[in-house]
């Protein structure tokens, strides 16, 4: 089993709607965690980012994450066709030089 | 500049061949990470460089790959006699502070062995 497990989709939405992206992990030491985007050809693109449990929230974008239930969320409010990318969730443990882990991944696609 | 560069952006190896991959980092950033991406997969970590001091290099999946970073700014990520398996995105990140992970990644370089 994966330290963190994404659904690999595709999710299929129309134009305006919210969309769920969600994550679950295994490791406790687990501190940070973000969101990140990343279009076809490119590199990921950081999206969210937040620390410890809590929602975060930012424009249309809202990052939840609860570290009892070892799952964090990503809301995309009126989803528009240029959200349509991979979805990548990450999580460091907070050491110097400590790596992100990623989950796989949860291709989007906003139909418009 | 204003991004992390990686070059080549694409790079077709004949099986058994050593191929160097170079990021530029933006300048200034302390930390650089490589990472792996598969296709379809998330990218995992194959080492990390504070400064020119290569800190954590436990990622990297054989002896045949080797990183440096000699005056801290510019790496280079090196395979040696690639195998089918190295096929992958290898991609760059760098961060201006130690410990904060919202990394500026590069576009990432295409390998593909053939």
């Known amino acids: 089993q994966k330290e963190v497990e994404q659904d690999p989709g595709p999710l299929s939405v129309p134009e305006g709607a919210i969309v769920s992206l969600n994550c679950t992990y295994s490791n406790s030491a687990f501190q940070y965690f973000m969101w990140y985007r990343q279009y076809s050809r490119k590199g990921p693109e950081l999206l969210m980012y937040t620390y410890s449990s809590g929602n975060k929230e930012d424009g249309r974008f809202t990052a939840q994450v609860d570290k009892s239930s070892k799952y964090i969320s990503l809301f995309i409010r009126d989803s528009q066709p240029s959200d349509s990318a991979t979805y990548l969730c990450a999580m460091g443990e907070g050491n110097a030089g400590n790596m992100l882990t990623f989950g796989g991944g949860t291709r989007l696609m906003v139909k418009p | 500049g204003a991004g992390v560069s990686q070059s080549p952006r694409y790079k077709v190896a004949k099986r058994g061949q050593d191929v160097a991959l170079r990021c530029d980092p933006i300048?200034?950033?302390?930390?650089l990470f490589w990472y792996q991406q598969a296709l379809g997969q998330g990218p995992e970590f194959l080492t990390y460089?504070?400064?020119?001091?290569?800190?954590?290099k436990s990622g990297l999946p054989s002896d045949r790959f080797f990183a440096e970073r000699p005056e801290g700014s510019v790496s280079t990520l090196k395979i040696q006699r690639t195998q089918q398996e190295d096929s992958a995105v290898y991609l760059c990140a760098s961060s201006s502070e130690v410990v904060y992970y919202g990394y500026t990644f590069g576009s990432g370089t295409r390998l593909t062995v053939v």
């Open positions: 460089f504070q400064n020119e001091a290569q800190l954590d």
């Open positions: 300048s200034g950033h302390v930390s």
